[in-house]
């Protein structure tokens, strides 16, 4: 029903998982990751003196421009023909062929998000019935059918991540473009220096001290390497937007008022049109566009034997 509470996880794409529009979930991530591998690593902790003096230095690190060196529409500015950069090895005419046991989903998959529902909106004397469904979820279904909708949100999640594994595996790399790898350089630098703080504020709170001296033991690479590691990312992603802009053009697709809307909802980003400005927005939607259209494309197939 129409009514029906939004109750699916939000996923994370590969590809954004270093760097991508849903950094406060990148963050949460890294301070989970960094408290657990600074204790596993037992990595020396600076003085609670230090560390303050560090953070001020982090505090007033200058936030980069998200947009820059995008168009309006969220495009990279100066490229009239992506194929210059970037050769599709599918065609987009064929639906992607998604096998059946890739998207399998078990009563015990289903039960167990049953349990995830119950945990995150009910309390200790909560169960999956339809009194829980119908006030905690808000619907109508009975138990057999809100299952039923489990399994196949389930189904769904597991098909889009395979169409999108697939697209970021879809491409060959022919050049890599002088545009906006400067800003893509800042953005991985200044999302670094947010992560470093956050896992450092964490343990400040916790210990008194902090679990990572600077930005190349949190990263876990020696300093001489960084700005070589930062630009090899870059150019990666990069080429990643490039490689979503041309299938963002050939599938014909366009970005309306709900789409952002929708966006920004989904994301709980208030602060999205100060923070990241619109054309970053949109080069974000650019790319769920294509992976719901492709998604929405792709068939599930038994499969091949051998």
Known sequence: MSGEKNTKSKKTSKAEKVFNICIVAALCAAIVFGLVMAVINAVKPKTAENAETSQTETAELEKPDFGEGLTEEGFI?????????????????????????????????????????????????SVFNETFIKEQLESDLTVEEYAEKIRNDLIR???????????????????????????????????????????????????????????????GILAEDYEQT??????????????????????????????????????????????????????????ELVNKTLTDRAVIVEDQEG
Do not use: C, W
Request: negative net charge; proline residues 2%; without cysteine.
């Open 77 to 125: 500015e100066g490229i009239e023909d992506e194929t210059k950069y970037v050769e599709l090895r599918f065609d987009i005419n064929d639906p992607i062929e998604v096998p059946a046991s890739v998207v399998y989903v078990s009563d015990g998959d289903v039960e167990d998000e049953e349990n995830r529902l119950v945990q995150q909106y009910g309390d200790d004397m």
């Open 157 to 219: 999640d597991k098909k889009a991540e395979y169409v999108e594994d697939y697209i970021l595996h879809g491409y060959y790399t022919l050049d890599v473009p002088d545009t906006y790898i400067d800003t893509q350089i800042k953005y991985i630098k200044y999302v670094d220096q947010l992560n470093l703080q956050y896992i450092n504020n964490m343990y400040l709170q916790l210990t008194g001290t902090v679990g990572y001296e600077d930005v190349y033991a949190y990263r």
């Open 230 to 287: 930062v630009s090899d990312e870059a150019d990666i992603s990069v080429v990643e937007f490039l490689a979503y802009q041309l299938l963002f053009k050939e599938l014909g697709l366009e970005i309306t008022q709900a789409d952002i809307d929708a966006f920004i909802l989904e994301n709980d980003i208030v602060y999205t049109y100060t923070d990241y400005g619109m054309p970053y927005i949109k080069k974000q939607i650019m790319r």
